[in-house]
């Protein structure tokens, strides 16, 4: 199969674990007969650098001429004071209402090698594996009117009935091959803007008799992800919330730096690591790439339909963090790995995974 993806490692750390995810697809692709017809194109900081705005219209271009994108992170501190419309993050939140891809699924997964790494309890993280389903073309992150005069700041957050229902679908028919379970996150105690996404939830649910709702209070759910992260299966949020909770996922995983992303709409899939540009560890080869690496493997199943391929990858994943050669975040008992030496790592790993199953 021929891959036709877009690479935007953007700014920070996101230069370096985007080389070393792009390293792991080429292994992927001589594994197992593929072609690969890579792009790149410019995002955030260095977009602005160069061009003048965090999205230009190339980049856009780009990202709708490929089947997928892959994205590193965005964000320069010598942005922090700017307006939000000429920050480097305006070209990510660009870029993903360009492609409308509206559902954001943040597998948790808490695998047993890294069982040291969290600072919770072993018997509490133990058997975690969720997936958190985040609205992200709308809420409180896109909501008009929003603003900053007259003394006072302001942002909207609202939602229409068919910006609710679709990523409501998405996660139900999720759940239906996982452990058949949603949790729907929302503040209906305070926010209208809740009482509605809880209402048309609940109106969808019914149509998959088969899964079970339940609804919980945000608050409520931030403590129940750290007291007892396993009884989630799919939870389903706005956008705002699901950008909070996910982080704690990050505790979950032993690092923010394990998580992978993937963003899909009707046609797009823009897949990138949770993580942001690390101001604080970039450019020293530090960074994990194994959120990078594994938003490759939910590329190659929601966009390429090859399971296969993923299933192998994720095996590789799981074989080097057995192996302990893996970044410091991950608190190795020896010398901790570079980027580079774990994306390496990954691809022999893929190789060999590949001749035992033959
Ligand atoms: P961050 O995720 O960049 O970093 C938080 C902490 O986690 C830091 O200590 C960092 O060193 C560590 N960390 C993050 N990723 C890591 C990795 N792969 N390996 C090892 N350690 C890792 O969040 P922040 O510091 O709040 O934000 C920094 C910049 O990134 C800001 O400009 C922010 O707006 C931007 N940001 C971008 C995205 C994105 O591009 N999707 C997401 C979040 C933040």
């Given at each position: 199969m021929n891959l036709k993806i877009l690479l935007l490692p953007g700014d920070g750390i996101g230069v370096e674990v985007t080389n070393a995810a792009a390293d792991v697809l080429k292994a992927v692709a001589k594994t197992f007969g593929h072609t690969l017809d890579l792009s790149e194109g410019l995002l955030g900081g260095i977009a602005i650098h160069k061009t003048g705005v965090p999205l230009p219209e190339e980049t856009k271009n780009l990202a709708m001429q490929a089947d997928a994108t892959l994205m590193g992170a965005v964000g320069l501190p010598e942005f922090d004071t700017a307006p939000p419309s000429q920050r480097p993050e305006a070209g990510l939140l660009g870029l993903r209402k360009a492609l409308d891809v509206f559902a954001n699924l943040r597998p948790v997964v808490t695998y047993p090698e890294l069982i040291?790494?969290?600072?919770?309890k072993n018997h509490v993280v133990s058997g975690t594996d969720m997936i958190i389903v985040r609205e992200l073309t709308g809420g409180l992150y896109y909501g008009q009117p929003r603003g900053i005069g007259n003394n006072r700041g302001f942002n909207t957050m609202s939602y229409t009935r068919a910006e609710v229902e679709r990523v409501t679908h998405m996660a139900f028919k999720l759940a239906r091959n996982r452990r058949k379970k949603v949790t729907s996150v929302d503040k209906s105690n305070v926010l209208e803007v809740s009482q509605f996404w809880r209402q048309v939830v609940s109106e969808i649910g019914p149509q998959y008799p088969d899964v079970q709702l339940e609804h919980m209070l945000v608050d409520n759910a931030a403590m129940q992800m750290v007291l007892r992260?396993?009884?989630?299966d799919v939870m389903l949020t706005e956008n705002t919330f699901g950008d909070i909770l996910s982080d704690i996922g990050g505790i979950l995983a032993g690092s923010i730096g394990m998580l992978p992303s993937a963003s899909l709409g009707a046609t797009k899939g823009l897949y990138e690591p949770v993580h942001g540009s690390a101001p604080d560890i970039a450019g020293q080869n530090k960074a994990n790439p194994l959120g990078a690496i594994g938003s490759v493997a939910a590329m190659l199943e929601?966009?390429?339909?090859?399971v296969k391929e993923a299933q192998a990858l994720n095996a590789a994943i799981g074989k080097v963090l057995a192996s302990g050669r893996v970044t410091a975040d991950l608190r190795p008992k020896g010398t901790p790995a570079t980027t580079q030496e774990v994306g390496e790592a990954v691809g022999q790993a893929l190789a060999l995974t590949r001749v035992e199953a033959i």
């Open positions: 040291e790494s969290s600072p919770l992260p396993t009884q989630f929601y966009t390429f339909g090859l």
